[in-house]
């Protein structure tokens, strides 16, 4: 077999970039709901890596694996609407998140306003989920300006960064 058959018959038909799913569980005021997944632009599947630990042994320095790290920082960009509806969401949940540390809000403690979150890679024959990416306890720590200029038509568009404790897939 050719170097192009094997890589052909490893991959199959493959991951495509373009058939995911972003599913935010609501929080604080009711549910974000279907638009979520609807208005979800694009987003990353999680980093993962270890963090190293020097050791000295027989004079020479060694590098082995310490504890394994997450960014903690997940990304996702939107499209939002004229009334900027979903921004508006993402905006009531960082208010309430603030007013929670002056003790003026509907959050009484951290679990209050974290939620968890799914990334779900579709199939491209039938929509079916292949592999999900949940992440626990995010809550959204920077929510981007949408940039309005005459000389780029387009929809609006705004990342929210979310930060989380952990994640694990989900075959």
Known sequence: MSVLSDLKQALGIGARTNRYRVIIDGVLGGPLGNVVNTLAKETTIPEVSFNDIEVWG???????????????????????????????????????????????????????YMTTAKIQQLSTIDNSVKVTYEFQDIWPKHISGGTMSDDTPG???????????????ID
């Open 58 to 112: 027989q004079g020479k320095l060694v590098t082995v694996a310490g504890d394994i790290s997450y960014s903690g920082t997940w990304s996702v960009t939107f499209y939002d609407d004229e009334k900027h509806t979903l921004r508006g969401k993402f905006l009531k949940w960082m208010i309430a998140i603030d007013n929670a540390f002056k003790n003026d809000s509907e959050a009484s403690s951290h679990s209050d």
């Open 155 to 169: 929809l609006l568009e705004f990342t929210v960064e979310f930060n989380y404790s952990t994640w694990k897939r």
